[in-house]
């Protein structure tokens, strides 16, 4: 008797162990990246235009960020800084990529598919890619997804064209696909729930999925653009319901395959609003292309159930650039020593609510004045170039040489929590504080210029 006992209470010890294990399962990853949305775009952010039923639901499931930054005030840099986890200069993109530009996300960078693959993920990058243009079989030398991680991809090279709806220029696995009926958002969708459909299912899965609204040329449905036929900006409302309604149907889908419950799905824009002065970007100052505040706060969204309280807002500074060091953090990856990662987990903030930033948030872009910006608590630093480098919307490779020499000058102090929308310099009132952030704010310069690639001296044989 005495033996059966030990016995049965062997094999129930083993089969809780085995029912610990499986509860501590990676999840799934789904990253939803939308392109050009503003901080005030959807409803749960205080959109008094803008229905986003399906967003509000999953923040209302998770956590919502008040102060949540975007990797750059423009697309391609603010990607790089979502696939590595390191400052988008740090990562060699300095503007937005161009067909003429030799600049691309290097094949030599380590991409958040990359560490989910080799933790044992299927990936799938579905939709706007802007970190190079090189999609097509034989099209040229640099890298597409598939270099870097995903097993399946569809993309387009930078916007889709002519717009929105019904777009010609969709590549799927090095393949052009020509036009392609319907909206971007939902071609998007029917594309990851096919994938989801025939993923291997003994494997989690990644899915990088990054949308093109409500970056023009934008389009929606009539039944979204007759909802706003009163404002003067309905197809870029219509288009964000829209992205919205596509949101909904990836994650209907995820419910119906019982996923939802073990998937981390975290939504966010590459950067502010270009419709900063109807409204998009909430009281925050300018929009995309600037380094204030209106250029870079998004929209940040995580839902994790089990892991991430219900109806969470949390206002410690998070970004873009936190993603890759939280998912490494989670699955447990292994990176080489000797890349610097810019981001901080957001692990301890979700499970424990605790997290202190390994170092402070940090922005350069070239033709914005501020050029540099540091986000440290509640206080924000800018900074503009000691050499004048030119201010136009188009980046010339040939600035990098006055990118790797200039210094910072014209430092000004800002207390985000009294005033969001950076009226007044606070650096007399507070010297330490001033005097402790410049002092970081030159170091990080330095350090992340160094490092940052010169392409003019780039050859494809060492990337």
Same mark, same amino acid.
Request: with cysteine; aromatic share 10%; charged share 20%.
């Given at each position: 008797?005495?033996?059966?006992? @030990? ?18 399962? &990676? ?116 890298? $597409? ?13 930078? $916007? ?99 996923? @939802? ?26 929009? +995309?292309?600037?380094?204030? #505040?209106?250029?870079?706060? *998004?929209?940040?969204?995580? &839902? ?5 309280? /219900? ?22 990856? /292994?990176?080489?020593? #000797? ?18 930033? &390994? +170092? ?48 910072? *000058? ?40 160094? /490092? ?12």
């Amino acid at each position: 008797m005495l033996r059966n006992f @030990i016995v049965l209470l062997v094999i129930a010890f083993t089969s809780y162990q085995g029912s610990l294990a499986q509860n501590k399962k &990676s999840p799934n990853i789904v990253l939803l990246f939308a392109d050009d949305l503003g901080y005030r775009d959807l409803s749960c952010y205080g959109s008094t235009q803008v229905k986003t039923p399906n967003l509000d639901k999953l923040a209302a499931k998770g956590i919502r960020f008040t102060d949540f930054y975007a990797g750059s005030a423009v697309c391609s840099p603010s990607r790089a800084a979502l696939m590595t986890g390191r400052s988008s200069v740090r990562a060699g993109i300095y503007s937005w990529i161009h067909t003429s530009h030799i600049m691309h996300l290097a094949e030599s960078e380590f991409t958040t598919a990359e560490l989910l693959k080799k933790a044992g993920y299927a990936t799938a990058h579905i939709g706007k890619w802007h970190l190079g243009y090189d999609l097509e079989e034989a099209s040229g030398p640099g890298p $597409n997804p598939g270099d870097q991680g995903f097993d399946h991809w569809i993309a387009t090279g930078n $916007n889709a064209l002519p717009s929105h709806e019904n777009p010609v220029n969709f590549v799927r696995n090095g393949q052009a696909l020509g036009e392609v009926e319907g909206f971007s958002s939902h071609i998007l969708a029917d594309e990851a729930i096919g994938w989801l459909e025939n993923r291997p299912k003994d494997q989690p899965f990644f899915i990088n999925l990054w949308f093109h609204e409500p970056h023009q040329k934008v389009a929606a449905p009539e039944k979204f653009l007759s909802e706003h036929k009163d404002t003067n900006l309905p197809a870029y409302y219509g288009s964000i319901e829209n992205m919205d309604a596509a949101i909904g149907r990836i994650l209907e889908e995820l419910e119906n395959q019982g996923l @939802i419950e073990e998937t981390l799905i975290v939504f966010m824009s590459d950067n502010g609003s270009y419709r900063g002065a109807h409204g998009s970007n909430g009281e925050l100052t300018k929009g +995309k292309t600037t380094l204030w #505040e209106g250029g870079i706060r *998004v929209p940040g969204i995580f &839902s994790w159930p089990g892991v991430i309280a /219900e109806g969470t807002i949390e206002n410690k500074p998070a970004g873009v650039v936190d993603v890759f060091p939280t998912i490494k953090e989670i699955v447990g990856g /292994e990176i080489d020593p #000797e890349i610097v990662i810019d981001g901080s987990s957001l692990l301890p903030l979700f499970k424990a609510g605790k997290f202190e930033r &390994s +170092k402070p948030l940090y922005w350069f872009y070239p033709p914005s004045r501020p050029v540099a910006v540091i986000r440290q608590g509640p206080w924000n630093l800018i900074a503009d170039p000691e050499i004048d480098i030119p201010r136009g919307n188009m980046f010339q490779e040939a600035y990098i040489g006055m990118i790797k020499e200039t210094k910072l *000058v014209n430092f000004r102090l800002y207390n985000l929590r009294n005033d969001p929308k950076q009226n007044k310099d606070v650096s007399s009132d507070n010297p330490e504080v001033f005097e402790s952030m410049k002092k970081e704010m030159i170091r990080l310069h330095d350090e992340i210029v160094e /490092e940052a690639i010169d392409w003019r001296s780039f050859s494809w044989d060492n990337n």
